[in-house]
Structure formats: structure tokens, C-alpha cells
């Protein structure tokens, strides 16, 4: 398993929460699963994949677009973090 | 062939009607112009205007000459004509390819040109023309073609009470009501399947367009489904807004088209046709293969796909698939594979749909894994 709470996916929770709290009238936590405990919708999952790619602009794609990796808001920060390492791998080795 | 107009954006000025509201004060609306109008709402095609004017002062005229209700999404006011075009389309969620735009201002019509230069423009003069023009005569013409400004316009107040409903949008989803019913194409449903076909590019799955005859011949073959899903809520009907065609071979249903209108994807509408779908493979012990061409117009489609556990053939292989024809080199089409499980088809919609399970036309003799024994 990684370790969930790095700096990087710590500022993204943040985020994210600040995010659903706007977008749902509800305040969430990290690790509340928004689908079945929370009661959101695969569609609103849907925004939300479209809200992080333009966000953070990377591209969710093939196996990645998976449920499961949206359904908690410390997945979805874990998985942005992931894409985004390519563009940050380069200065941090 | 060029596509057919779907919305036609009108100039108002010495264009639909005869004069200059500001400096008249009195226009004149021909009687020919006002057929035009009504023609064209009755071949499906939806109208707006985009006007330098006041906007009161040229509604309140646009209502007594009793055409107000024609025009969806107006833009009457002081910015760029192109502006105004742009607008219209982004809310209808048309390609700029399917829209038109008239006035007699040369100069108009080129800075819509310059900017927009997908968007047809045509003269005043040719106004009376326009529904004599192939590009105006829709290939066919339905129940819903005929009703589609309405639906639109029920759209319209539905997105205004969406806005303004508090807390989460599954809330205010299941307070529409929603009802979707998913049946076996007939008779008047076909010509709706191959309007809904031409007119649906954003959430076709595959790109794949079936003509009228094609669908025709599929709908007595015993191997293919031809369904048709239609959409009702509290404000109305959403009429015919997606069609699916599906191929059963032993073991394994292969889902070659899939499209949903636009107007319905803020509902979910293709996640829960692809839940209903899993469920009954499910309860027929059959696996799905979908078709998926991507666009750059159905990303949505495919994060359902996704999203309902749909994963690439190239990914993560499966021997059912053995029985398909490979897809054709360079067609950019993938494989979408699921070993569907019984699952809730929608928490917001009531499904109403046919039963799978029993072929339409006799039973194949398909070979079907037993659903009942938990995987080897």
C-alpha cells in the first residue's frame, strides 16, 4: 500500500473536500465512501473526473478510470498524485 | 453530404421582419416569413435570433406578432454576433457545424464567418428559399422531430429548477421522477432510432451510424436486438433518447451501438442503460463485449463504460470473445469486455424494460456458462 498522507496528496485532500463540500452542501471525510455510504451518483463521479483532469491536467485513461479510484477522496488524491509524477519526476528524480 | 441544420440562429432587423424596430418604430412581418418559421419548427429544427436591439423592446414585438415561443435561447442585445452564435450552440450542445445563421447584413454575416467559420450563413434574401434547401429537409420526420422545440424548452425550465435545487444533484434527480422505458424497436420507433442516430454525436458510442434499412433487416434477425429507450419526467417527454443494438452470440452479447441523445446526459442516462444491460447478461449468464470508438466528442460514454466495470479486451483478455469477428485493422475501434453480476440498474430512474432474457425470435442454441457457479 503507499503511505496516504505525503505532503502532495495531503494539500490535494484539501482540495477535494473543499471541492465536494461546494459542489454537494455536505462536508465529507477522506476516507467516506462517496458512493455507497455518501449517496452520490456514478454520474456526479462522472464531474468529477472531468473536474480533476482539467484541474490538475492530466488524463485518466484506460484501467485508471476504474470506480474504485474515485471513491474515496484520498483514492482520488492518490491517483491524481500518481498521474501528475511523470511532470514532476523529472526535477525530483 | 453536408449535415443537416439543426438550429437556425435569425437576424431580426430587415430580416425576419421588414424594418428597423429603433428607428421605425413600426416593423412588418410578412406572412411568407412567418410560414418559414413554422415550417422549419415543424421539420424539428430549432430557431433563436441573434439581434443588436433591446431585448424587451424586441421580444415584446417577437410576442405580439404571437412567434415568441418559437425561438429558443434568444440573444438579443449589443455584442458580437458571433458571440451570440457561439452562446446558442455551447447551451444546445450542438456542433457548430449544424448551425445556421441569416441576416442581411453582409458585414454580419462575415464577422460570423471569421469567427465561426463552421456555421452557415445565409442572406436575407434567401430566407423563403431555406425550406426548399437540402441542407433545411431533415431526412425524416417523427413524433418527436415535430415536438422537439418543446422538449427543448421543457429542457430549459428543468436546467432552472436544477440550478436552483440546494444540496446534492441525486436530490434533485429523483425529484423529476424519472421514468425510462427500454423496448423492442418498432414501426414509427425505427425512423426515431435513425433520427436519433444522425442527430446524436456527443455520447455515440462507436461512431458507427446504422441506416433506417440496416436497422430493419436487424430487427427480424433472431441474433440482433434493436431497442429503443424513451425518457419521461414531471415536465414532460424526452421522447426517443437512445438506442442500442445488440448481438447474441453464445455466451457473450456484443453491444455494437450505444447512443443517448445529449439532452439526457446530465441524467445518467447511459450508465443506467449499461447497469440495466449488465443485469440482465447477469441473470442470462452471458458476458458483454461493447464497441467503443473514441470521439472527441464521447468521453462521457466512455467513463461509463468504465464506471460500470467495462475493462479493454487488450487489458485483460477473456476467451468468450473468441466468437467476434476481429475489429477491423485501423478502425480505431476498441473492445470493452464485463463479466457482468447482478446489480441496481438506477436509484434515481424507474426502468420499465423488456426482458432480455427471452429472444425476441426463437431461442439460439447458445452455450451459457451457469451463472449459479461461483468463478473457477
Same mark, same amino acid.
Given at each position: 500500500m503507499t503511505t496516504a498522507n505525503t505532503p502532495n496528496t495531503h494539500d490535494l485532500e484539501k482540495e477535494l473536500l473543499g471541492f465536494l463540500e461546494a459542489r454537494t452542501g455536505t462536508a465529507w471525510d477522506a476516507d467516506t465512501d462517496l458512493f455507497d455510504a455518501g449517496g452520490l451518483s456514478s454520474l456526479f463521479a462522472m464531474q468529477v473526473v472531468v473536474h480533476l483532469e482539467q484541474t490538475y491536467a492530466i488524463a485518466v485513461r484506460g484501467a485508471d478510470l476504474r470506480l474504485d479510484n474515485f471513491r474515496t477522496v484520498r483514492r482520488m488524491a492518490e491517483l491524481v498524485d500518481r498521474l501528475r509524477v511523470p511532470a514532476a519526476g523529472g526535477l525530483n528524480g | 453530404m453536408a449535415d443537416t441544420v439543426k438550429c437556425l440562429v435569425w437576424d431580426l432587423d430587415?430580416?425576419?421582419?421588414? *424594418?428597423?424596430l429603433l428607428e421605425d418604430g413600426e416593423v412588418h412581418l410578412p406572412d411568407e416569413v412567418r410560414k418559414v418559421v413554422m415550417e422549419l419548427d415543424s421539420r424539428g429544427i430549432l430557431q433563436s435570433v441573434a439581434s443588436r436591439n433591446d431585448h424587451e423592446h424586441a421580444w415584446a414585438r417577437l410576442e405580439a406578432f404571437g412567434l415568441a415561443e418559437y425561438f429558443v435561447l434568444p440573444e438579443i442585445g449589443w455584442g458580437a454576433k458571433s458571440e451570440s452564435v457561439r452562446r446558442i450552440a455551447d447551451r444546445l450542445n450542438f456542433a457548430l457545424t449544424t448551425v445556421a445563421f441569416v441576416d442581411d447584413r453582409p458585414a454580419e454575416r462575415a464577422e460570423v464567418t471569421f469567427h465561426l467559420p463552421d456555421v452557415r450563413c445565409y442572406p436575407a434574401e434567401e430566407v423563403l428559399a431555406l425550406p426548399g434547401l437540402a441542407e433545411f429537409t431533415p431526412a425524416t420526420s417523427t413524433v418527436d422531430s415535430r415536438r422537439r422545440r418543446e422538449m427543448y424548452q421543457a429542457g430549459f425550465l428543468r436546467d432552472a429548477e436544477r440550478a436552483a435545487a440546494p444540496g446534492p444533484d441525486e436530490e434533485f434527480l429523483r425529484s423529476l421522477d424519472l421514468r425510462m422505458r427500454i423496448g423492442r424497436a418498432t414501426g414509427e420507433e425505427l425512423s426515431r432510432v435513425e433520427e436519433l442516430t444522425l442527430r446524436t454525436?456527443?455520447?455515440?458510442?462507436? *461512431?458507427v451510424h446504422y441506416p433506417d434499412a440496416v436497422l430493419r433487416g436487424l430487427i427480424t434477425d433472431p441474433r440482433h436486438e434493436v431497442l429503443v429507450v424513451t425518457l419521461t419526467d414531471r415536465f414532460g417527454p424526452h421522447g426517443a433518447v437512445g438506442v442500442l443494438l445488440l448481438e447474441r452470440h453464445p455466451g457473450l452479447w456484443h453491444l455494437k451501438l450505444l447512443a443517448t441523445s445529449c439532452r439526457v446526459v446530465a441524467y445518467g442516462a447511459g450508465a443506467t442503460l449499461l447497469n440495466w444491460l449488465a443485469d440482465s447478461a447477469a441473470r442470462s449468464g452471458v458476458h458483454l463485449v461493447a464497441d467503443f470508438r473514441e470521439t472527441e466528442r464521447n468521453r462521457m460514454m466512455e467513463i461509463a463504460y468504465r464506471f460500470a466495470g467495462f475493462e479493454g479486451l487488450d487489458e485483460a483478455p477473456c476467451p468468450?470473445?473468441?466468437v467476434l469477428a476481429p475489429a477491423p485493422e485501423d478502425s480505431g475501434l476498441q473492445r470493452l469486455h464485463l463479466v457482468p453480476g447482478p446489480r441496481v440498474v438506477s436509484t434515481v430512474v424507474t426502468v420499465d424494460a423488456v426482458d432480455l432474457g427471452v429472444p425476441d425470435l426463437g431461442v439460439p442454441d447458445l452455450d451459457v456458462p451457469d451463472p449459479g457457479v461461483p468463478g473457477s
Open positions: - | 430587415d430580416t425576419l421582419w421588414q *424594418g428597423t454525436s456527443q455520447m455515440n458510442a462507436t *461512431g468468450c470473445a473468441a
